[in-house]
């Protein structure tokens, strides 16, 4: 069974700290890597992707894999009040035609003013 | 804007009720998901509808019904629901392997009740 394993929070950090979000996954054969920001009552938001090893930077956000210990994380510098929403893990399986995500189960952070 | 698109963004209906919730995308994408997610849970994969066939069916009771009719719309048809069936449900594209890394779009969803 594929899993993938987020602590669930809520992560509490101040306004202008750095938030890190990390999440592991059970199949090795996983081929890519996503991040999904999700505000209350509304869907999914890709903000990351990444595929190979080492790290990834867009902006603020930063996300690193690591495929021999299978662990992916985001980190969120100089974080605001509006990055405050639950962020979803999600690994990616390729099949012929299609992708098919695994998500884990979010892990909620707020970011106080 | 999202690329993905649909509607109702609302929905509420009776347990005899026939409804169906639509979405089209125009990125060019082959392949076509529904989700279905309840409050403070993952989404769970519903369907996959890859070049307008049916892919995947993640054992789906037969009260939803998908079609994709064309290569940007597809349809969940909904009859006979549950309270239980109350969520929100999301439309979702992406590329084929070999064009794309994978990643899904979202829609914005559309927020289901069943009375």
């Known amino acids: 069974q594929k899993e993938v394993e987020q602590n669930s929070g809520p992560l509490s950090v101040p306004e202008g700290a750095i938030a890190s979000l990390n999440c592991t996954y059970s199949d090795r054969g996983s081929q890519s890597f996503f991040w999904y920001r999700q505000y209350s009552g509304k869907s999914p938001e890709l903000i990351m992707s990444?595929?190979?090893?080492g790290d990834k930077e867009d902006g603020r956000f930063t996300a690193q894999l690591n495929k021999a210990s299978q662990y992916v994380s985001l980190l969120i510098r100089d974080s605001q009040p509006s990055d405050s929403a639950t962020y979803l893990c999600a690994v990616s399986q390729m099949n012929s035609g299609y992708s098919t995500l695994t998500f884990g189960k979010g892990t909620m952070l707020l970011v106080s003013p | 804007d999202t690329e993905v698109t649909q509607t109702p963004k609302h929905l509420v209906m009776g347990m005899t009720n026939k409804k169906s919730l639509k979405c089209e995308q125009h990125m060019g994408h082959r392949a076509m998901y529904w989700y279905k997610q309840k409050a403070k849970k993952p989404p769970e994969l519903m369907f996959v509808y890859s070049y307008e066939k049916l892919s995947i069916n993640e054992s789906v009771p037969s009260r939803f019904s998908p079609e994709c009719p064309n290569s940007s719309l597809l349809n969940l048809h909904l009859h006979a629901l549950q309270p239980e069936d109350s969520a929100l449900y999301l439309c979702?594209?992406?590329?084929?392997?070999?064009?794309?890394?994978?990643?899904?779009?979202f829609g914005e969803g559309s927020r289901l009740t069943v009375l």
């Open positions: 979702a594209s992406s590329h084929i392997p070999g064009q794309g890394i994978g990643e899904l779009f």
């Open positions: 990444i595929y190979s090893n």
